[in-house]
């Protein structure tokens, strides 16, 4: 899941600051992959917790939306700055919110729920598409106002459509769900599962625009798109999770399997940092755009190198204090943790679970 978190912020980096689509326009899938594959996460976040927590009952609750409401303070907070970035965090923290009570059904149930979730994604935005002009409804205009209005809050308009990142969610949860279950020596049928993930991508993304069909552009809400991207963001959770159990993923030492997870460890604090650099340097130059090669080399180098000295910085320190366990991840991760501690604290029993796992003869990792 880290592993997929660092490949996410690989993807918004080449996606906002990227001045170009690189041979054969490999790197326009920027554009149609980070936010679903973000809200994929978010669904695979919320099952793993609840799954492993131990703790289900109203301070798992506040504990969450704890995380959930910092999470989109923060992204209000982003929101003020310079950079040309369209923020995602507020739809996120709801989108955390909503998989509250998702990761409680039973799969069947759950699987009920993706299929509206999916009725939604492909429904709603071209039901609002057809309002303005195609539908012959006898409303008043403040009620067809108020229509349009909540249609295009919940998925109708607008980059980031929460129908679809809650079928993303939905998605994650389901494919954990599974891959969970799957023995380690299988790691292959993952990556044929990740494989055909990306065929369908491809297929709903690329081939319409290629083969002259229709055309498909990131964030139009068409039922190509919102599909397609979903498909895609399912392919690279599977692919990192293929990579991470096969030979070469079990033969990498510990400790370099722990640094290439921090960047996904720290993908919030990244993620603000990211913005932070946009700023600055909008600010400081007002007239001239921020897409250039050099600040995507230097926003992945910073980040990814951010998060590896933090990591290794507090795991020294938290063997003298273990306080600063929680702290390890990354400034705004442990920020977060302090505050759910303070409003809703863990049990015993569930604070001592909370230690890295360790594999048998390759130390501690955590993915």
């Given at each position: 899941m880290d592993w997929a978190r660092g490949a996410a912020y690989v993807l918004m980096v080449v996606a906002h600051v990227a001045p170009g689509d690189g041979p054969a326009r490999i790197l326009l899938v920027s554009e149609f992959l980070t936010a679903p594959l973000f809200a994929l996460l978010i669904g695979v976040g919320a099952q793993l917790s609840w799954s492993t927590s131990g703790e289900h009952g109203w301070r798992y609750v506040l504990r969450e939306a704890v995380r959930a409401v910092l999470v989109i303070a923060l992204g209000l907070l982003l929101m003020r700055s310079a950079a040309s970035v369209l923020i995602v965090l507020v739809h996120l923290g709801v989108l955390m919110l909503l998989c509250l009570p998702l990761v409680r059904l039973r799969t069947r149930a759950l699987?009920?729920?993706?299929?509206?979730?999916?009725?939604?994604?492909?429904?709603?935005?071209?039901?609002?598409?057809?309002?303005?002009?195609?539908?012959?409804?006898?409303?008043?205009?403040?009620?067809?106002?108020?229509?349009?209005?909540?249609?295009?809050?919940?998925?109708?308009?607008?980059?980031?459509?929460?129908?679809?990142?809650?079928?993303?969610?939905?998605?994650?949860?389901?494919?954990?769900?599974?891959?969970?279950?799957?023995?380690?020596?299988?790691?292959?049928?993952?990556?044929?599962?990740?494989?055909?993930?990306?065929?369908?991508?491809?297929?709903?993304?690329?081939?319409?625009?290629?083969?002259?069909?229709?055309?498909?552009?990131?964030?139009?809400?068409?039922?190509?798109?919102?599909?397609?991207?979903?498909?895609?963001?399912?392919?690279?959770?599977?692919?990192?999770?293929?990579?991470?159990?096969?030979?070469?993923?079990?033969?990498?030492?510990?400790?370099?399997?722990?640094?290439?997870?921090?960047?996904?460890?720290?993908?919030?604090?990244?993620?603000?940092?990211?913005?932070?650099?946009?700023?600055?340097?909008?600010?400081?130059n007002p007239l001239v755009r921020d897409d250039h090669w050099w600040m995507l080399a230097l926003l992945v180098v910073l980040g990814a190198g951010f998060a590896m000295v933090w990591q290794t910085m507090f795991i020294a320190l938290a063997r003298r204090a273990p306080r600063a366990r929680r702290w390890m991840r990354g400034p705004l991760e442990g920020l977060i943790r302090e505050v759910q501690d303070v409003l809703a604290p863990r049990r015993l029993k569930e604070a001592v679970s909370d230690r890295p796992a360790r594999r048998a003869g390759s130390g501690t990792r955590r993915h």
């Open positions: 699987m009920v729920a993706g299929g509206f979730s999916l009725v939604l994604a492909v429904a709603v935005p071209g039901i609002y598409r057809m309002l303005p002009s195609g539908l012959d409804l006898d409303w008043s205009p403040p009620a067809h106002h108020a229509l349009t209005t909540v249609l295009g809050l919940v998925g109708g308009a607008g980059a980031y459509r929460l129908t679809g990142l809650l079928l993303c969610a939905v998605l994650g949860m389901l494919a954990i769900r599974a891959v969970q279950r799957a023995p380690m020596a299988l790691w292959w049928r993952s990556a044929l599962a990740s494989a055909g993930a990306f065929a369908v991508m491809l297929a709903l993304l690329v081939a319409p625009n290629v083969l002259g069909l229709y055309e498909v552009h990131a964030y139009d809400g068409t039922p190509s798109e919102q599909i397609g991207v979903a498909s895609g963001a399912l392919g690279v959770l599977l692919m990192m999770w293929a990579l991470e159990r096969s030979p070469l993923g079990r033969a990498l030492p510990a400790r370099v399997a722990q640094l290439l997870a921090a960047p996904g460890q720290a993908a919030l604090t990244l993620y603000a940092l990211q913005i932070l650099v946009l700023h600055i340097y909008q600010v400081n």
